[in-house]
């Protein structure tokens, strides 16, 4: 009889066990989710949206901590539920009951930073987006700029299932001028469209955070705060402890901490150096009314049409800086043009076939006249470059094109790096821009950007043109004889990245077009499927070789700014 009382009892305390065990599982406050957006503006400073799934079961308000800010502030704090706004509540007393604090938000100042609180109103389901504005997220550093910052951590929060992260910026973020990594967690980090995009594989951890770097090289920001740092340098502490590194050591880590404690030292002397830097740099570049580019410029000409061609008296790879600061003409799209050029001028053909002795495939394949050449420099590189893909019969197949560019990665490099230099060279020859030194505290000087009369009417006519091709109810104007004209405003759509949307319209309102040029309409698709490839492979060979993305990394992360610690109270 013992025995079995013996054996209840055990059995009853297990059953109590997991009961409990479920019990905390089910009712605990709980994160399905969060999504960080990330938008980074000129100035250094980022636009923060989270987005939050939660399932809360007790506590009467939502916190994030914000400290260890290195001279930036929290400003423009907002939040709603489900979309429904909640209302600023001052003087935020977290002692106030959860009926006190439904459908309200507060700031609470503490000794070392802040606290963003918001209450939980209803036990259940809730979707909260969180926004607030963070000032001087990217730093100047001696070499160029970096953004280190750590936007969530795991220790005593409500950590979620799910973690992701986009950040974007007044200008697309590409693989030779940005470097990227990711700490605290298990996951994927990459340069997608312009943008950086990770997210986690795992749920986070009390032993989580998500700190994140970006690295500019060319200062693409007019940030008010600076480093004393190198960019190698700030990457070599970000990396220590890290599976970006091969191995560390005791002294390797003795050395980082001493030089975070000197950063922490002098981060308050220079903040206060910084700011004063900071705004007699802005007022003087100002002062000297610099070349408008980015989104500034496309409002300007806001529904202003230009129906001509912008440049006629050079090559289009004359302009190739002027769209750059528009966030156009990248490697792809000027590989796009050439190869939709060079189709009209019948230096190639493009046609499908089938491939495969047993498992028939139907492949797109381009064949090249090997012995062009080309008087403009870039058009003959850009040849020489894509034909050197092509086997002995100078054929080269789509599938060929992506290995082809991963393995030539660095050629192609250095065309997209030469093609904005040597065009600005060019445009301040040409008297289009001009390169003025300014002075501003003294000794100090900066070199501005600034647009003459006819350079200014140029950059106008650039986006008053991709305003016009985008209106195609405007296409429908053009005459029939006009066909010649209409071949180059297919190859300058391939510089804005429309040229398949052009080409419908065009084939919609004058379908004859295709009928009388060498550009058939669906070689327009076939054009862009090989330059997305040579992209693609372009883009995956930079990333594999140094802070292009891939894994992230659980350690690491050193010399961040932010926190994003907080949770339930």
């Not at 220590?240 to 560390?248: K, M, P, V």
């Not at 009369?453 to 986006?463: F, R």
């Not at 008053?464 to 300058?492: G, M, P, T």
Request: zero cysteines.
């Amino acid at each position: 009889m013992s025995k079995i009382f013996q054996k209840i009892s055990i059995a009853f305390v297990l059953l109590l066990t997991v009961s409990l065990t479920l019990a905390s599982t089910v009712y605990a406050n709980s994160m399905a989710s969060i999504d960080y957006h990330i938008e980074l503006q000129e100035d250094g400073s980022g636009i923060i949206t989270e987005t939050r799934q939660m399932y809360l079961t007790e506590d009467t308000e939502i916190y994030i901590v914000m400290e260890n800010l290195g001279g930036s502030e929290v400003t423009d704090f907002h939040v709603s539920d489900f979309g429904e706004p909640l209302t600023y509540q001052p003087d935020w007393d977290i002692h106030a009951s959860r009926e006190e604090k439904a459908g309200k938000y507060g700031i609470v100042e503490t000794s070392n930073g802040l606290e963003l609180s918001w209450g939980i109103g209803e036990y259940g389901e809730h979707e909260y987006t969180v926004t607030y504005t963070i000032t001087d997220m990217v730093r100047q550093l001696e070499d160029g700029q970096g953004m280190n910052w750590r936007f969530f951590n795991g220790k005593d929060n409500i950590n979620p299932e799910q973690a992701t992260i986009t950040i974007t910026g007044p200008q697309p973020f590409t693989a030779d001028n940005t470097l990227i990594w990711g700490y605290g967690f298990e996951g994927k980090i990459h340069l997608e469209d312009g943008q950086l995009v990770s997210w986690s594989n795992t749920a986070l951890t009390d032993e989580n955070y998500i700190t994140i770097l970006m690295q500019f090289l060319d200062s693409p920001f007019q940030p008010r705060l600076s480093l004393d740092q190198t960019l190698s340098e700030q990457q070599e502490i970000a990396n220590e402890g890290s599976s970006y590194n091969d191995a560390s050591s005791d002294s390797d880590n003795f050395i980082v901490t001493l030089m975070i404690i000197g950063l922490a030292i002098i981060a308050v002397f220079v903040g206060v150096i910084a700011l004063v830097y900071g705004l007699a740099y802005s007022r003087a570049v100002k002062q000297a009314n610099p070349l408008i580019t980015g989104m500034k410029r496309i409002k300007m000409n806001e529904d202003k049409y230009y129906r001509s061609v912008p440049y006629q008296y050079g090559e289009i790879t004359d302009i190739a800086y002027l769209l750059k600061g528009l966030g156009k003409g990248g490697i792809e799209a000027y590989f796009n043009a050439f190869m939709l050029k060079w189709l009209k001028e019948e230096r190639l053909s493009i046609t499908k076939e089938d491939t495969g002795h047993f498992r028939k495939k139907e492949a797109t394949v381009i064949k090249f006249d090997q012995r062009e050449s080309f008087y403009s420099e870039f058009e003959n590189r850009f040849w020489q470059l894509i034909s050197s893909a092509a086997n002995s019969d100078g054929v080269l197949y789509d599938d060929q094109i992506k290995k082809w560019a991963r393995k030539h990665y660095k050629e192609i490099q250095k065309i997209e790096t030469d093609l904005p230099k040597k065009s600005k060279q060019l445009l301040i020859k040409e008297y289009y821009i001009e390169e003025i030194d300014v002075k501003y505290l003294g000794r100090m000087t900066t070199k501005v950007v600034k647009g003459t009369a006819k350079g200014e009417q140029l950059y106008n006519h650039i986006v008053q043109f991709e305003n016009y091709l985008k209106d195609f109810s405007l296409l429908s104007e053009r005459e029939v004889q006009e066909v010649a004209l209409w071949d180059d405003l297919l190859i300058w759509a391939s510089l804005y990245g429309i040229a398949e949307q052009v080409a419908e319209q065009l084939e919609k309102f004058h379908p004859k077009y295709f009928e009388e040029t060498h550009i058939s309409y669906t070689d327009i698709y076939l054009m862009h499927a090989f330059s997305r490839n040579m992209s693609s492979g372009y883009s995956s060979a930079v990333s594999a070789a140094s802070g292009g993305g891939g894994s992230t990394s659980f350690g690491g992360g050193g010399g961040s700014f932010g926190g994003g610690g907080g949770g339930s109270r």
